[in-house]
């Protein structure tokens, strides 16, 4: 049986959502479609064709529907397609879509608020490769070791459905449907359930500004693309021509989905400089509105983080400043300043940093390219984000564009030596920005992050195994490209957790939960704080913080030698917290916590790739 809608359609959710006395409402945007049947499979095979709108929505309710229920809409009574706001694809991206519904999950998170921006350390995971299993299930056994390890936000990679069984999750053409092989909607639902009952946040990747190509039917439906504006991977989505409204409308309640219907915390937009909008109203204010107005509803914050690589801080500027007004964004200028400095790479990208100064104006700022010219984008680069909070900034000296758009896919590990990891987590997770790290990163994992694909289609991998040539071009790496299609490359990805009780990974490991817990004592991403960078030397960075009664440095040597800065004019006695180089971290220093007069000048002894922590011990002897 099937009736009208009794309400109209926009009160109703995309795709197939359940009611409350049990039907389920069907709700499809096809204009581009004359005639729409949903083509129920079993165990009771019907089809039901749905009514038509003025503006190309179809929808029907039916009755009588099995809660799993699979199901393809067919298409001017010929073609049959998934759903296009499908909640699962159990048999991948060309099978039918199956019934889910979502909000009879039992939630014990009742009482959670979440965790505020300016007080979250990130770690970003890719659910294929962090466990064996590579499923959701199977990272909640471990969620215990992030919390004690002092992490407060995991952040997925994403999880949309795409094709075949392994892929970075940016090939995804289900915005709303968690893969299949990583567990379905129930198995997403128990991880984020148990992470917030260990004390975590959650924040999942989405990507807004292409679908991938296997799989990719939502053209077939209705405009949500155009040729107006063309992208890396071709045709843009269509969020300002003609009928663009209802494209909005997708991609916003896909958003929202996430954060009401699996309780994520945050979501990280992918490569927001591929979504083209001149609309007055941008999408990403629009989205951004939407959330805050869940927000208030929930009862608990979320947060909505770009990745751009404009430097524009429009992207963070309230409205009335003329912005869109996310809560931040990722800086790479960050990353690359690190990296170059320990590296020593200078080609693509990297060409344009190398220097202390470029660190030193990132860590002021949240990033360095405010204007000037830029040597690889032969232009001018940036704006300035003068005056924005620190917290509006999310940083790493790793991640998996950065590890895996190698071509071999080296972590930060095979690069550097053990000196070099130290001081590169210390400038990470003890400066003002919001700190971000990479799975296995905190033990130095040993294993590479590759890039991986199980397309089905023979001519779209080749496809993409030219083109994961093409890009190294640039940087001169001799390192034969592994193939993406390979399971090799994916089995070389996955993690080794035994290392954690190996050396020199256990004093990494320790180290690492020693600097968080440092950072969250002194609340380093609290407001309030005066920070103040110095650069004094062409190798040595002083990064100074007072915020009430504590005072607080950091003094990084990134020379390969032994450096001695003289400090600027303090008065007190300061205690050395912490020393990189002590032999308690497998370092060469003694190993002590020292307390030191500072007369003026003061001279400190740095070791190579080292750094040093010093707090005001006066001041802390105060505060206890």
Not at 99 to 126: A, K
Not at 147 to 173: C, H, K
Not at 366 to 372: H, I, P, S, V
Not at 400 to 416: C, F, K, P, T
Request: hydrophobic share 35%.
């Amino acid at each position: 049986m099937t009736t009208s809608s009794p309400v109209r359609v926009e009160s109703h959710p995309l795709g197939a959502s359940r009611l409350p006395g049990g039907d389920w409402a069907f709700v499809l945007w096809a204009p581009l479609q004359d005639h729409v049947s949903v083509h129920l499979l079993g165990p009771r095979e019907r089809l039901i064709e749905l009514e038509k709108d003025e503006r190309g929505y179809h929808f029907a309710v039916v009755d009588e529907v099995d809660s799993d229920a699979r199901y393809f809409y067919r298409l001017n009574r010929a073609r049959e397609l998934p759903d296009p706001a499908s909640r699962f694809q159990p048999e991948g991206v060309h099978g039918p879509s199956q019934l889910v519904d979502t909000g009879s999950f039992l939630w014990s998170d009742r009482e959670w608020t979440g965790i505020p921006l300016e007080r979250s350390i990130f770690y970003e995971l890719h659910v294929g490769t962090y466990t064996p299993q590579g499923t959701f299930d199977a990272i909640v056994e471990h969620l215990p070791q992030l919390a004690e390890l002092g992490i407060t936000t995991i952040e997925l990679m994403p999880v949309a459905q795409f094709p075949g069984s392994r892929n970075w999750g940016y090939d995804g053409v289900f915005p709303f449907a968690p893969q299949n092989t990583y567990g379905g909607p129930e198995g997403l639902q128990r991880l984020v359930n148990a992470a917030h009952e260990e004390g975590l946040a959650v924040a999942l990747d989405v990507v807004y500004n292409h679908l991938g190509p296997e799989g990719n039917y939502l053209g077939e439906f209705a405009p949500y693309f155009t040729s107006r504006y063309q992208g890396p991977w071709g045709e843009a989505i269509n969020f300002d021509g003609p009928a663009s409204d209802n494209v909005r409308r997708f991609f916003i309640d896909n958003a929202l989905y996430w954060l009401q219907e699996y309780h994520f915390d945050a979501l990280r937009l992918d490569a927001v400089h591929g979504i083209f909008d001149f609309s007055a109203l941008h999408f990403l204010a629009e989205l951004k509105s939407a959330a805050e107005i869940l927000s208030s509803r929930l009862g608990r914050k979320l947060n909505v983080i770009a990745e751009s690589d404009l430097n524009d801080s429009r992207l963070i500027l309230p409205g009335e400043r003329g912005g869109y007004g996310l809560d931040a964004q990722w800086s790479d200028d960050f990353h690359h300043s690190v990296h170059t400095l320990l590296t020593k790479e200078r080609n693509g990208y990297y060409e344009d940093f190398g220097s202390l100064a470029r660190l030193a104006e990132t860590l002021r700022d949240g990033w360095c390219y405010r204007g000037q010219y830029s040597q690889h984008r032969q232009r001018k680069h940036g704006n300035s984000p003068h005056g924005i909070p620190a917290s509006r900034f999310v940083v790493c000296n790793q991640n998996h564009d950065q590890v895996g758009n190698r071509a071999a896919g080296e972590r930060l590990s095979a690069l550097v030596d053990f000196e070099a990891l130290k001081l590169a987590a210390g400038v990470t997770l003890l400066s003002p920005l919001v700190p971000l790290l990479f799975m296995g990163e905190e033990y130095g994992e040993a294993a590479p992050f590759q890039y991986f694909i199980s397309h089905l289609d023979p001519d779209l991998v080749e496809a993409v195994r030219c083109g994961r040539q093409r890009e190294f071009a640039a940087f001169g790496w001799q390192d034969a490209v592994p193939d993406p299609q390979d399971e090799a490359t994916f089995q070389r990805s996955h993690l080794r957790h035994s290392l954690k009780n190996e050396e020199p990974h256990s004093t990494l490991l320790r180290f690492y939960r020693e600097l968080i817990a440092l950072r969250k004592r002194l609340d380093l991403g609290g407001a309030g704080s005066y920070w103040h960078v110095w650069e004094c030397s062409s190798s040595v960075l002083l990064i100074f913080r007072e915020h009430q009664s504590q005072r607080f440095a950091i003094v990084l040597n990134f020379s390969e030698k032994m450096s001695f800065p003289e400090l600027p004019e303090w008065n007190g006695v300061w205690t050395i917290k912490l020393c990189s180089a002590d032999a308690k971290w497998r370092g060469s220093a003694r190993s002590s916590q020292e307390e030191v007069k500072l007369s003026n000048p003061f001279r400190l002894d740095l070791h190579p790739h080292s750094f040093v922590v010093l707090e005001d011990s006066a001041l802390e002897r105060e505060s206890e």
